[in-house]
Structure formats: C-alpha cells, structure tokens
C-alpha cells in the first residue's frame, strides 16, 4: 500500500497539473481534500516535520484569512510556532498547496512539475 498522499485544493490548477503528472506515471497516491478534510495541529506539526519547513513557510500570506489575521505582522520565530500552526488548523486556505508526502516519509510542497517528479523519485522502491 502506498504511503504517497497528496493534499490538494480542486481548484487550484497547480494541484490539478500535479495530479494530471502522478497518473501519467501511474502513482499510486492518496488523495486529501484538506479543505474539507482539515488537519488538525499535530499532523500539521508532522508534515511540516517531514518538509524541512516552518509553518510561515507553508502559508499563504496573500490569503483574505491571512489579511484578517494580519499574519504578515506575526514574529517567525520558535515562540510563535504555535500561533502560526494553529492559524493554518484554523484556517486550512492559509496552507500551501499542494503538499506531496512520499512514501520515504519526506514531503514536498509540489508546486511544479520538478517537485512532483521528486516525490515519485523518493517513492520508488
């Protein structure tokens, strides 16, 4: 069974192209709707675990939640991390997308066709 998952939004071409990708190489991939499926903070902790990432990394600052939150204002540091993860659990538009973990435990925000080749790189046995 494939550990692969791909967060994505329906409406975001992005994640529409990354996913049009995945099945032209036949992945076999999971597929989250995370808008209507919302992580909660651990497993947005987790996954930006798995990324390499802090939470501000992975937020959409453009975002009308972001502009009510005044997220640009916020500190990026150790102290606010929560704030920050608790924010994107909130509000799940705030989250970049999409969000590809392969089945190496790693994860990648694959925004391009590079990023999801590399995810289909570290899931090969």
């Not at 190489?25 to 947005?44: F, K, N, Q, S, W």
């Not at 659990?89 to 435990?105: S, Y």
Request: with cysteine; aromatic share 4%.
């Amino acid at each position: 069974m494939s550990r692969m998952e791909i967060w994505i939004n329906p409406a975001c071409s992005k994640c529409r192209s990354a996913l049009t990708l995945l099945d032209a190489e036949g992945a076999e991939y999971t597929v989250r709707r995370y808008l209507e499926d919302v992580p909660g903070e651990d497993e947005i902790r987790a996954v930006l675990d798995r990324l390499g990432l802090e939470p501000w990394d992975i937020t959409r600052t453009q975002e009308a939640a972001a502009k009510e939150l005044g997220l640009k204002e916020w500190p990026r540091d150790a102290g606010s991390r929560d704030r920050w993860i608790a924010a994107l659990a909130g509000h799940p538009k705030l989250i970049q997308r999409p969000i590809i973990t392969a089945d190496d435990g790693t994860a990648l925000v694959a925004r391009s066709e590079e990023a999801v080749r590399e995810a289909l790189a570290r899931s090969e046995h």
